[in-house]
């Protein structure tokens, strides 16, 4: 999937460093897994020939499986500017936009949700006021729960961070409360492939932003 051009100053997230912090396991996962077939498969072609093959539809069928969940994370609908934390090569305010239907938008200061029309059947994004204001319409109409999901998890953790580098929106425990419910989610629907090798890193991440934070305004207390 192909973005509208992106803001000037802006990066994809597909371009930062948290996307490779999150498919790093993937591939490693999927060339271990690979690696083992292979292995297995050869040892099958010496011994009985031509029933090697039984090997290849898993071997497709793994390929195809771990692509696409490498795929998903890679679509992600955001981008932040260069003071985000994820990218942190300006002192300024940290922006977070997302891509809807129509385009790039500042995913503003109200929490997002995304919820399916009951006669139109659009994904439709709002935002959790009182009035459940449109945002505009999902950019992946045909995506399932767990790809916006997924999404939902990464814009949440862009925009807490770029709250606690402005110092605006929610607080950091609230950010954190949401992220411990959200991590959980991602984990059992995306990572669950690799015990050990794909564990959650925004809470630490939060945390250890947190503390420099502090430690910055008590040094110049």
Not at 7 to 31: A, D, H
Not at 152 to 166: C, D, G, T, V
């Amino acid at each position: 999937m192909e973005f509208d051009e992106i803001p000037e100053g802006f990066i994809l997230f597909r371009q930062t460093e948290r996307f490779s912090e999150m498919v790093k396991p993937l591939i490693k996962s999927l060339l271990i897994i690979i690696s083992g077939l292979l292995i297995i498969f050869i040892l099958i072609l010496f011994y009985y020939g031509i029933f090697s093959i039984i090997i290849l539809p898993f071997l497709f069928a793994i390929t195809a499986f771990f692509s696409k969940r490498i795929a998903a994370i890679r679509e992600t609908p955001i981008c932040v500017n260069n003071a985000h934390p994820w990218i942190g090569e300006e002192d300024s305010d940290s922006i977070v936009m997302l891509h809807h239907l129509r385009g790039w938008k500042d995913a503003g200061e109200v929490n997002l949700r995304v919820v399916k029309r009951q006669l139109s059947r659009e994904w439709t994004i709002t935002l959790e006021d009182q009035g459940r204001t449109d945002f505009g319409l999902w950019l992946f109409q045909s995506a399932k729960q767990n790809q916006i999901d997924l999404h939902l998890f990464f814009l949440k953790e862009a925009i807490a961070l770029r709250n606690m580098q402005n110092g605006s929106g929610d607080d950091f425990e609230s950010a954190r409360i949401r992220e411990e419910d959200d991590s959980g989610l991602l984990e059992r629907n995306w990572l669950d492939t690799t015990p050990g090798q794909n564990e959650i890193e925004f809470g630490a991440l939060l945390r250890n932003a947190k503390m420099e934070t502090d430690d910055s305004t008590n040094g110049e207390g």
